[in-house]
C-alpha cells in the first residue's frame, strides 16, 4: 500500500502535476520569531482546521493522487487534534512537518510517527542557545528544539521515518551552518536548510551574502549529513542578490490551504483566493490557481515550499538533485530510545 502510493506520486511528480501542498491547520504559536509573523493579533482570530474538515479535504484530493502535504502553522503541535488530522491526512498522502519542538515529549514522537508521518524538521536556526532563543522570542527555545530531535529520532517506528534538523539562513548565521550540520550528524539526524521569505517577520536585515550558494555548496559536500539539495542551495545567492527567482510555479506544482480551508498559491499570497477547498470543486481551483500562476510575475521567494520542487522538476542537474533527495529519504535504521 504504501510502496504504490509513492509510486503513484513518483508518476505525479514526472507529469509535473500539482504535488506540494502546504496546509496551515492553525496560527495559533508560543514563539514570536523575528522572520514571521503568524504569532501577532490580526492572525489570531482565524480559528482552526477540524478533524471533520480534514476528513473532507482528503476526500477532496483523493480522487487527484497522492500530495506531499507539509502541516504547518503557527506551531502544529497546539492543535489539540493534531494526532487525529496527522492520521487522516496520511491515509493517501506523504506527510511531513515542520515544528519548534516547544512542546515534543518521547510519548508525542512516538504517536506522530505512528500516526503516519514521513519526517519531522525541527528549528535550529543558531548554534548559541542564547541567540536562538533571541531570535524565536522564547528562552529555552534551543534546549527545547535539541531535546525534541532526540525524541524524534529514537522513537521511529519506520526506518523510511525521518528526523532533520533545519535552519532558516540569515546574514547572521552563515557561520553556524556547517557546525549545525555537525551536530546533526553526531547525534544521527540529517540537516536542512530553507532561504528566509521576505514577505512576513520583522527581521530588518535577511539577506545573506551574494556567495552564500556557493558556500553552502561547499560545507554541503564536506558534510554527508547536510542533505538539501544541491540545485536549491546553489541558487540562494542569486535569490539575495537579485531579489528574486523565476518563473514561479506556484498554482502549477504547489498550493497553499488555510486553516479556513481557503487556497492560494503559496503561503506568501494569502489574500489572493483561488477557492475554499471545503466548498468549491477542485477542477475550478485548479483552474483558478493554474490562472493565477499564468498571470504572476512574481518569484520573490526561494522557500522551502516552492525550491526543492522546482529544482527537482526543471533543474539542470537532475541527476545530483535525485542524488541529493535518496540522501535525504534512503532508509535510516532504528534505534534504541535512551533514558
Known amino acids: 500500500m504504501d510502496l504504490l502510493k509513492r509510486l503513484r506520486y513518483a508518476g505525479r511528480f514526472l507529469r509535473k502535476d500539482l504535488v506540494h501542498l502546504n496546509l496551515q491547520i492553525l496560527y495559533k504559536c508560543n514563539f514570536t520569531c523575528k522572520i514571521c509573523d503568524f504569532w501577532q493579533p490580526r492572525w489570531q482570530g482565524q480559528g482552526m482546521l477540524s478533524l471533520d474538515q480534514t476528513r473532507a479535504i482528503v476526500e477532496k484530493l483523493k480522487p487527484e493522487g497522492p500530495f506531499l502535504i507539509s502541516i504547518g502553522g503557527g506551531e502544529p503541535l497546539l492543535h489539540p487534534e493534531i494526532l487525529p488530522i496527522a492520521r487522516e491526512l496520511s491515509r493517501d498522502n506523504l506527510v511531513v512537518m515542520i515544528c519548534n519542538g516547544w512542546f515534543m515529549t518521547r510519548e508525542t514522537a512516538r504517536a506522530i510517527w505512528e500516526a503516519g508521518l514521513y519526517e519531522v524538521s525541527i528549528s535550529v536556526d543558531y548554534l548559541d542557545p542564547e541567540r536562538h532563543d533571541t531570535h524565536r522570542g522564547r528562552p529555552?527555545?534551543?534546549?527545547?528544539?535539541?531535546?525534541?530531535?532526540?525524541?524524534?529520532?529514537?522513537?521511529?517506528?519506520?526506518?523510511?521515518?525521518?528526523?532533520?534538523?533545519?535552519?532558516?539562513?540569515?546574514?547572521?548565521?552563515?557561520?553556524?551552518?556547517?557546525?549545525l550540520a555537525q551536530l546533526a550528524a553526531r547525534e544521527g539526524y540529517t540537516?536542512?536548510?530553507?532561504?528566509?521569505?521576505?514577505?512576513?517577520?520583522?527581521?530588518?536585515?535577511?539577506?545573506?551574502?551574494?556567495?552564500?550558494?556557493?558556500r553552502l555548496r561547499e560545507i554541503q559536500k564536506r558534510n554527508p549529513s547536510f542533505v538539501t539539495l544541491r540545485g536549491y542551495v546553489e541558487r540562494f545567492g542569486e535569490a539575495d542578490e537579485n531579489g528574486e527567482i523565476g518563473p514561479c510555479r506556484a498554482g502549477i506544482n504547489l498550493l497553499n490551504v488555510d486553516c479556513n480551508g481557503n487556497v492560494s498559491t503559496c503561503i506568501d499570497r494569502l489574500d489572493d483566493s483561488c477557492g475554499n477547498i471545503l466548498e468549491d470543486s477542485f477542477d475550478d481551483i485548479r483552474l483558478q490557481l493554474a490562472r493565477r500562476q499564468k498571470e504572476s510575475s512574481c518569484g520573490s521567494c526561494w522557500t522551502s515550499c516552492r525550491g526543492p520542487i522546482e529544482s527537482l522538476m526543471y533543474g539542470k542537474d537532475r541527476l545530483g538533485n535525485l542524488l541529493d533527495l535518496h540522501r535525504m529519504t534512503k532508509d535510516v535504521p532504528l534505534v534504541r530510545s535512551s533514558p
Open 140 to 179: 529555552g527555545a534551543h534546549a527545547r528544539a535539541l531535546q525534541a530531535l532526540k525524541y524524534l529520532h529514537e522513537e521511529r517506528v519506520h526506518p523510511h521515518q525521518r528526523t532533520h534538523m533545519i535552519s532558516v539562513v540569515m546574514d547572521d548565521n552563515l557561520d553556524d551552518i556547517e557546525p
Open 191 to 214: 540537516y536542512l536548510v530553507t532561504f528566509h521569505s521576505t514577505s512576513r517577520g520583522r527581521k530588518e536585515k535577511r539577506a545573506a551574502p551574494a556567495e552564500v550558494g556557493r
